[in-house]
């Protein structure tokens, strides 16, 4: 006879993280971190307050590009507006035209 052992399968839901779900949490985090480096460098070689501005603006566009993202769904899909016909061709199949009236 077997044994049974009970399986921790996890939660059975998706990571989420203030409103981020998945990859696209990884994606806020990377707009955060590169915002923040080249919002130093900007302030680095030029002034504090050009650096701030970058440094707010960057964050600001990454986290709104990923939010837009997101609506779209987790993998990239094309939605096509339109009616497809899609031409049946049963005479390659082998079925008579006579059987499908």
Same mark, same amino acid.
């Given at each position: @006879? @077997? !044994?049974?052992? #009970?399986?921790?399968? /996890? *939660? %059975?839901?998706?990571?989420?993280?203030?409103?981020?779900?998945?990859? =696209?949490?990884?994606? /806020?985090?990377?707009? *955060?971190?590169?915002? &923040?480096?080249? +919002?130093?460098?900007? +302030?680095?070689?030029?002034? @504090?307050?050009? $650096? $701030? #501005?970058?440094?707010?603006?960057?964050?600001? $566009? +990454? *986290?709104?590009?990923?939010? %837009?993202?997101?609506?779209?769904?987790?993998?990239?899909?094309? !939605?096509?507006?339109?009616? =497809?016909?899609?031409?049946?061709? =049963?005479?390659?199949? $082998?079925?008579?035209?006579?059987? &499908?009236?």
């Amino acid at each position: @006879m @077997m !044994r049974k052992y #009970a399986i921790y399968k /996890g *939660l %059975q839901k998706p990571l989420i993280y203030r409103g981020f779900k998945g990859k =696209f949490i990884a994606w /806020g985090i990377s707009s *955060l971190v590169i915002g &923040l480096v080249s +919002g130093g460098l900007t +302030g680095a070689l030029t002034s @504090m307050y050009l $650096g $701030g #501005a970058v440094t707010i603006i960057t964050i600001a $566009g +990454g *986290l709104f590009y990923t939010f %837009q993202k997101q609506k779209g769904g987790l993998h990239s899909k094309s !939605r096509h507006k339109g009616v =497809f016909v899609h031409p049946v061709n =049963f005479q390659s199949h $082998g079925i008579p035209s006579e059987k &499908l009236l």
